[in-house]
């Protein structure tokens, strides 16, 4: 019995103190303004942690790094690294595999028209090529964007963007740069596709284990033989697989196909597996594509349904590590569903009933993270109704982290995204307005789906409170001044009123997200301006913005 109980004792501890060194409510780890608020990147370190990078309010770039304990490495709100003249915006990250990162980004040193330049980040927040960034692509007349970039084997980094000359039709470009940050595709890199007719937009990139590079695009020609989703596989010197101008995965015109919700994989034999949002059927569906690796769309150019009859719209799909991968999407009924697929024959590529499977209740939104956490298991990460959820589901579709998933800031979200904690759990990341601004938060979530916080446990592995409660005042009376002590269940966005006997209010002393836990603060018997109010009974509001109508009232009397 004794052995059993210690076991026991063990086990909570592990779990306990797998997030105990991350507060309730997460670490504010950057942001702080006012504006510009969803210029992000974010990247797992290899370690359990993750980095990031965004675009400040003053059109630089800067970045924070914080270990798997939930410590930032720079000081708040991150270092600058990128400041040059005039604007810089929208960084786009991978992992360098060394413990640092790579990024590119627009710049708009040379003019009004956006370049393409890159920098990477050691990984002890050093700059590792010239000082604010090297120029992948410059073309001081025509405006490049939507870059996006993966690593390779040897540490080089493939960058694809939109090149929009010849507006609306324009370029969809390529180019390689090695780990210490020398071009290698030429000046000018690779022309994926452009001419007079197409219309590429919204590139995309995959890179297989064989250093294959995939390149996927949308074309919005309306055309039946150019309008669809196109793709295009490189070697590493960035000679063309599947022909001159790619092959096409899927058929449709713009009317048909929405294309802004498309996602790709590599399916680990040399191809990819596609995944968009159609609204052929009406209401909208999920389909597949598959393409091998002779660039054939092995599933026909109007792919395979894979939330008939159910509908769904925005996707995410991630190789699975053998013949397929996982597809997630945001059903029509408050919910998120998945579906396994694998490549072959179309009608054995769905892996689970028709519909999918139901991995979140209550709650669905854009999917924007989705990865293995191991032993068959899976991470989601999706964001919606101001609600950014964290799920886990096992290799049958089952439900880990409760119904609806890990909710850590109810009704604060902007954006969010997870990262990989590298111990089967996850780090929830998120984009919040609190106290009129933004800034950035982050939160452990264990294997077990606990974090700091949590209703129920703080992070002490202590009971937290199980009410919304307003504790008396005291002293009470007081002459200068009160302590006014709070409890709260879950996370929330509160309020704390003072108002006089008529019911008018005098001054608001608290407004914004709260973690779960005790909280006090302490009122001088002032109002709103600072002045010293008269003697007399005042009452003190608690309420909650999270969950309306819930509320405590305390009364206090000032005695002069």
Same mark, same amino acid.
């Given at each position: 019995?004794?052995?059993?109980?210690?076991?026991?004792?063990?086990?909570?501890?592990?779990?306990?103190?797998?997030?105990?060194?991350?507060?309730?409510?997460?670490?504010?780890?950057?942001?702080?303004?006012?504006?510009?608020?969803?210029?992000?990147?974010?990247?797992?370190?290899?370690?359990?942690?993750?980095?990031?990078?965004?675009?400040?309010?003053?059109?630089?770039?800067?970045?924070?790094?914080?270990?798997?304990?939930?410590?930032?490495?720079?000081?708040?709100?991150?270092?600058?690294?990128?400041?040059?003249?005039?604007?810089?915006?929208?960084?786009?990250?991978?992992?360098?595999?060394?413990?640092?990162?790579?990024?590119?980004?627009?710049?708009?040193?040379?003019?009004?028209?956006?370049?393409?330049?890159?920098?990477?980040?050691?990984?002890?927040?050093?700059?590792?090529?010239?000082?604010?960034?090297?120029?992948?692509?410059?073309?001081?007349?025509?405006?490049?964007?939507?870059?996006?970039?993966?690593?390779?084997?040897?540490?080089?980094?493939?960058?694809?963007?939109?090149?929009?000359?010849?507006?609306?039709?324009?370029?969809?470009?390529?180019?390689?740069?090695?780990?210490?940050?020398?071009?290698?595709?030429?000046?000018?890199?690779?022309?994926?596709?452009?001419?007079?007719?197409?219309?590429?937009?919204?590139?995309?990139?995959?890179?297989?284990?064989?250093?294959?590079?995939?390149?996927?695009?949308?074309?919005?020609?309306?055309?039946?033989?150019?309008?669809?989703?196109?793709?295009?596989?490189?070697?590493?010197?960035?000679?063309?697989?599947?022909?001159?101008?790619?092959?096409?995965?899927?058929?449709?015109?713009?009317?048909?196909?929405?294309?802004?919700?498309?996602?790709?994989?590599?399916?680990?034999?040399?191809?990819?597996?596609?995944?968009?949002?159609?609204?052929?059927?009406?209401? +909208?569906?999920?389909?597949?594509?598959?393409? @091998? &690796?002779? =660039? $054939?769309?092995? /599933? #026909?150019?109007? *792919?395979?349904? !894979?939330?008939?009859?159910?509908?769904?719209?925005?996707?995410?799909?991630?190789?699975?590590?053998?013949?397929?991968?996982?597809?997630?999407?945001?059903?029509?009924?408050?919910?998120?569903?998945?579906?396994?697929?694998?490549?072959?024959?179309?009608?054995?590529?769905?892996?689970?009933?028709?519909?999918?499977?139901?991995?979140?209740?209550?709650?669905?939104?854009?999917?924007?993270?989705?990865?293995?956490?191991?032993?068959?298991?899976?991470?989601?990460?999706?964001?919606?109704? +101001?609600?950014?959820?964290?799920?886990?589901? @096992? &290799?049958? =579709? $089952?439900?880990? /982290? #409760?119904?609806? *998933?890990?909710? !850590?800031?109810?009704?604060?979200?902007?954006?969010?995204?997870?990262?990989?904690?590298?111990?089967?759990?996850?780090?929830?990341?998120?984009?919040?307005?609190?106290?009129?601004?933004?800034?950035?938060?982050?939160?452990?979530?264990?294997?077990?789906?606990?974090?700091?916080?949590?209703?129920?446990?703080?992070?002490?592995?202590?009971?937290?409170?199980?009410?919304?409660?307003?504790?008396?005042?005291?002293?009470?009376?007081?002459?200068?001044?009160?302590?006014?002590?709070?409890?709260?269940?879950?996370?929330?966005?509160?309020?704390?009123?003072?108002?006089?006997?008529?019911?008018?209010?005098?001054?608001?002393? !608290?407004?914004?997200?709260?973690?779960?836990?005790?909280?006090?603060?302490?009122?001088?018997?002032?109002?709103?301006?600072?002045?010293?109010?008269?003697?007399?009974?005042?009452?003190?509001?608690?309420?909650?913005?999270?969950?309306?109508?819930?509320?405590?009232?305390?009364?206090?009397?000032?005695?002069?």
């Amino acid at each position: 019995m004794k052995t059993l109980l210690l076991t026991i004792s063990v086990i909570m501890m592990m779990a306990i103190c797998a997030y105990a060194d991350w507060p309730p409510g997460g670490v504010n780890w950057g942001g702080g303004f006012n504006f510009l608020w969803h210029y992000w990147s974010v990247v797992p370190d290899g370690q359990g942690g993750f980095w990031a990078v965004w675009q400040d309010a003053e059109w630089d770039i800067r970045y924070q790094h914080m270990d798997n304990d939930g410590n930032m490495m720079f000081d708040y709100p991150g270092p600058k690294i990128i400041d040059d003249a005039n604007y810089q915006a929208n960084p786009e990250a991978c992992s360098d595999r060394e413990g640092g990162m790579i990024f590119a980004f627009k710049d708009y040193r040379h003019s009004g028209s956006p370049d393409i330049y890159a920098q990477r980040i050691g990984r002890n927040g050093e700059e590792l090529w010239e000082h604010n960034g090297i120029p992948v692509f410059v073309d001081p007349l025509v405006e490049d964007y939507d870059q996006k970039l993966e690593l390779l084997s040897d540490g080089s980094v493939v960058v694809t963007w939109k090149h929009a000359i010849n507006w609306p039709h324009g370029h969809i470009l390529a180019q390689r740069v090695d780990s210490t940050g020398n071009i290698l595709w030429g000046s000018t890199g690779v022309l994926i596709i452009g001419d007079d007719i197409t219309q590429p937009w919204d590139p995309g990139i995959s890179v297989d284990s064989m250093d294959n590079i995939f390149i996927t695009w949308v074309d919005h020609t309306e055309d039946s033989l150019l309008g669809g989703i196109w793709n295009q596989k490189l070697d590493i010197g960035g000679s063309k697989f599947w022909g001159e101008s790619g092959t096409r995965a899927c058929y449709g015109l713009t009317e048909i196909l929405r294309f802004d919700y498309y996602s790709a994989t590599i399916d680990g034999h040399g191809g990819l597996l596609i995944a968009w949002y159609d609204v052929r059927y009406y209401d +909208g569906n999920v389909f597949a594509a598959w393409v @091998d &690796s002779t =660039g $054939t769309s092995r /599933w #026909g150019l109007d *792919g395979i349904s !894979i939330t008939y009859p159910i509908g769904g719209a925005e996707t995410i799909i991630e190789y699975d590590g053998y013949d397929g991968a996982m597809l997630s999407w945001a059903g029509f009924t408050d919910e998120q569903r998945a579906q396994r697929i694998r490549i072959g024959s179309s009608e054995n590529a769905l892996q689970w009933e028709d519909g999918g499977k139901v991995v979140a209740l209550g709650v669905g939104g854009k999917p924007v993270s989705l990865f293995s956490a191991g032993n068959g298991e899976w991470i989601l990460g999706f964001r919606g109704h +101001g609600q950014g959820i964290s799920q886990k589901f @096992d &290799s049958a =579709g $089952t439900r880990i /982290w #409760g119904d609806t *998933g890990k909710n !850590i800031w109810p009704d604060m979200v902007e954006n969010y995204e997870a990262v990989t904690d590298n111990e089967g759990g996850a780090i929830a990341i998120s984009n919040s307005y609190i106290n009129q601004h933004y800034s950035y938060y982050a939160q452990r979530i264990d294997s077990a789906g606990h974090y700091s916080g949590e209703t129920g446990i703080d992070e002490e592995g202590q009971q937290s409170p199980s009410s919304f409660s307003l504790s008396t005042p005291y002293p009470n009376p007081f002459n200068s001044a009160t302590i006014i002590e709070f409890n709260l269940a879950q996370n929330a966005r509160i309020s704390i009123n003072i108002y006089n006997i008529l019911g008018e209010e005098v001054i608001t002393l !608290i407004d914004g997200l709260y973690p779960a836990g005790r909280h006090s603060v302490e009122w001088k018997g002032t109002d709103l301006s600072g002045d010293q109010l008269s003697s007399g009974i005042y009452f003190i509001k608690l309420e909650s913005k999270t969950a309306l109508g819930i509320s405590d009232i305390k009364k206090a009397i000032l005695v002069k």
